[in-house]
């Protein structure tokens, strides 16, 4: 399935990393926002303590409806919406658990992947020797995912097909994922390869392939305590033409993702800069970075929402959600709670995993 920029943007701009990175490359369509949170929290949905009883009952029938969505959606024919909705179980580890083994064995290349690395952060530990074949797979998406699970699970798995996809494969997106698994692993005896890796020249890849995979490069070099890589994703902050906008996008997902408050003063000028005809930025990119911004600590960002949450796009109806979940309050609530009935199901899985990314980390 070819993909419009649109549809990239929303892969790389606003969406839990994996999820984006993996389904966008191997062509299962491009990937709806899941909220993704810590998976070592508790994950009972059980309201803050003092919260008045009325609003603690409305809080957890609204994270109950929503672990009932993505429980639905992990079993929907689009490959795209099970992976979103695996992705966002990891929030809650003992749902995740309900559906891994199934994801695991799922036909799709993208829901496996993301069901592997969703197992690995999860540490669920019994699904060690579900995720262990995996590293045979025949997708080299898959066999990432799975060396990186296990390395989490807390086992040896043998890296050097890492290192074989970060230095050689022939398309940028394998490269890509390796390096976000590397990230993921902390493993910082990787930093040099990282670095060497960014230096090589891939032959048949565009400028703007080769950039993405870069972006990739420094977030895993800042994963791995390599603060100098800071630069080339703030630098991305800056588009000179509407073709840069995908590349500013993963940045600004990133620089949230990473916890780069340093970067917040520039997110929200890029959120707010116009062109000379007066025109803004499109609102995937808005709202990408009020999320972002919204992970840095500053939840100002819920009026972008607010303006584009029964937009005519699902797309940005998704990333909305997103932006509710990270900003919180209780009006967001009251808005998820209506999104977790939308008609689209991508819309459906991003409110449900704002929701559940709350219920884990209700401060």
């Known amino acids: 399935m070819r993909t419009t920029r649109q549809d990239r943007w929303l892969s790389v701009g606003c969406q839990g990393v994996l999820a984006g990175v993996v389904l966008t490359a191997v062509g299962v369509g491009p990937g709806t926002p899941a909220a993704s949170g810590s998976a070592h929290r508790a994950d009972d949905g059980s309201a803050a303590v003092g919260m008045?009883?009325?609003e603690a009952v409305a809080r957890s029938r609204t994270h109950?409806?929503?672990?009932?969505?993505?429980?639905d959606a992990a079993q929907s024919p689009n490959a795209e919406i099970r992976a979103n909705a695996v992705e966002a179980l990891g929030?809650?580890?003992s749902r995740l658990?309900?559906?891994a083994g199934a994801a695991l064995r799922d036909d799709s290349i993208g829901v496996r992947a993301v069901a592997a690395m969703a197992v690995g952060k999860a540490e669920l530990r019994e699904f060690a020797d579900d995720v262990r074949p995996l590293t045979g797979d025949s997708s080299p998406f898959v066999q990432a995912s799975a060396i990186g699970a296990l390395s989490m699970l807390g086992e040896s798995p043998d890296p050097t097909p890492l290192a074989d996809m970060l230095l050689t494969a022939a398309s940028t997106r394998v490269r890509a994922h390796a390096a976000f698994v590397l990230g993921e692993m902390g493993d910082r005896?990787?930093?040099r390869m990282l670095k060497e890796a960014a230096r090589i020249r891939i032959p048949r890849s565009t400028a703007m392939e080769v950039r993405l995979f870069r972006l990739q490069v420094a977030e895993a070099l800042v994963k791995l305590g390599d603060d100098d890589a800071l630069q080339a994703l703030r630098a991305a902050l800056y588009p000179s033409r509407p073709e840069e906008l995908e590349a500013t996008a993963l940045a600004v997902q990133i620089?949230?993702?990473i916890g780069d408050r340093g970067a917040i003063n520039e997110l929200m000028l890029l959120s707010e800069r116009r062109d000379e005809a007066g025109g803004g930025m499109p609102a995937e990119i808005r709202l990408a970075a009020a999320a972002s911004i919204a992970q840095l600590g500053d939840r100002s960002g819920w009026f972008i929402a607010?303006?584009?949450w029964k937009d005519a796009s699902a797309g940005?109806?998704?990333q909305a959600a997103i932006v509710f979940g990270w900003t919180r309050g209780e009006r967001n609530l009251q808005r998820l709670e209506a999104m977790l009935e939308d008609p689209d199901a991508r819309v459906r899985v991003a409110a449900a995993a704002a929701v559940v990314r709350l219920a884990s980390s209700p401060n």
């Open 255 to 257: 620089l949230g993702t």
């Open 52 to 54: 008045p009883t009325g």
């Open 316 to 318: 940005v109806r998704a």
């Open 97 to 99: 658990a309900l559906i």
């Open 64 to 71: 109950e409806r929503a672990i009932e969505v993505l429980l």
């Open 189 to 191: 005896s990787a930093v």
């Open 91 to 93: 929030a809650s580890p």
């Open 306 to 308: 607010e303006r584009h």
